[in-house]
């Protein structure tokens, strides 16, 4: 996925990003279209980054779920070294 992609996310009611608990730990599930995040989360508030933005300011320990009912759901992360990692879904 491009750094310069923009997703889009639930707003949350405080600032910083809404999460879901995954099989490996805490997700934030964000989307590359405002129809793909109506699909999960139905009407509501919404704000948008880019992916790059978005890594760099996901909370440690957690990973970003892209299009998670999408043919191909992202699975997005920092890596130990602070590096963006990607792959494909979380087992």
């Known amino acids: 996925m491009p750094a ?37 989360a ?7 980054t880019t992916a790059a933005d978005a890594l760099d300011l996901l909370p440690d320990g957690c990973r970003i779920l892209v299009d998670p009912l999408g043919r191909r759901p992202l699975l997005l992360g920092r890596s130990a070294t602070g590096g963006a990692e990607g792959g494909g879904r979380d087992e």
């Open 4 to 40: 310069s992609a923009r997703l889009y996310f639930r707003r949350a009611e405080r600032p910083g990003f809404l999460t879901v608990q995954g099989p490996s730990g805490p997700l934030v599930p964000m989307f590359t279209s405002l129809e793909a995040l109506a699909r999960f």
């Open 42 to 48: 139905g009407p509501c508030s919404w704000a948008s």
